[in-house]
């Protein structure tokens, strides 16, 4: 297998039930009839306890501009969950993650801005870093850091513009997600648990 972010990047497909059925090529699955795919949403947070905000580049695809949590992303076929989730954070934002929980393992949701959907499976993590963020600008426009108590409540009162899917998790998640117990990895989908084989390249 190549190593994931060489070549052409790849997406994991899912059927209803989170088994990975297939893969598809990352740059050509989203599109009106955006199939179910696996991914993942970060919130990271300093360790004064404020939340990493970014803003999704101007040239993305699907909800380019928005605010949302610290990053989302794909994990590559055949690579374990966790790791994607550490790549792509490190990838996108420069940063390494202490302390990588899984808060919501079934989260899911399909969302779509003039006619591009969204279709995922997409559990939702926090950690803590104690690094400063490098931004790839193909990804993230620009980041801040803020208090998790006064992004929460901006969400929930409907004064953050932000994206569909960080409204839902933020609605989803624990008052203080730091202070949450991380879920068993088994209760993952089926395609993201350590101990199923994922389809490979």
């Given at each position: 297998m190549s190593a994931p972010g060489h070549g052409r990047e790849q997406v994991v497909l899912l059927d209803e039930a989170g088994h990975a059925v297939g893969v598809a090529d990352k740059a050509g699955v989203h599109h009106a009839d955006?199939?179910?795919?696996?991914?993942?949403?970060?919130?990271?947070?300093?360790?004064?306890?404020?939340?990493?905000?970014?803003?999704?580049?101007?040239?993305?695809?699907?909800?380019?501009?928005?605010?949302?949590?610290?990053?989302?992303?794909?994990?590559?076929?055949?690579?374990?969950?966790?790791?994607?989730?550490?790549?792509?954070?490190?990838?996108?934002?420069?940063?390494e993650l202490d302390d990588l929980r899984v808060l919501l393992p079934g989260f899911g949701y399909r969302a779509e801005m003039q006619g591009v959907v969204?279709?995922?499976?997409?559990?939702?993590?926090?950690?803590?870093?104690?690094?400063?963020?490098?931004?790839?600008?193909?990804?993230?426009?620009?980041?801040?850091?803020?208090?998790?108590?006064?992004?929460?409540?901006?969400?929930?009162?409907?004064?953050?513009?932000v994206s569909p899917w960080c409204r839902l998790q933020v609605e989803a998640l624990p008052e203080d997600p730091l202070a949450a117990p991380g879920r068993p990895l088994d209760e993952l989908p089926p395609a993201a648990r350590p101990d199923q084989a994922q389809i490979s390249r």
């Open positions: 955006t199939p179910l795919h696996l991914a993942f949403s970060c919130y990271v947070f300093d360790h004064a306890g404020r939340i990493l905000l970014s803003r999704r580049a101007l040239g993305k695809k699907t909800f380019p501009g928005l605010w949302t949590n610290s990053a989302c992303g794909h994990p590559a076929p055949g690579e374990p969950f966790l790791d994607g989730v550490r790549r792509r954070v490190r990838e996108e934002l420069g940063l969204e279709h995922e499976l997409c559990p939702v993590l926090v950690a803590t870093t104690a690094t400063e963020p490098r931004l790839d600008p193909d990804e993230v426009e620009e980041v801040a850091w803020e208090s998790w108590a006064d992004f929460r409540a901006g969400v929930l009162d409907g004064n953050r513009d």
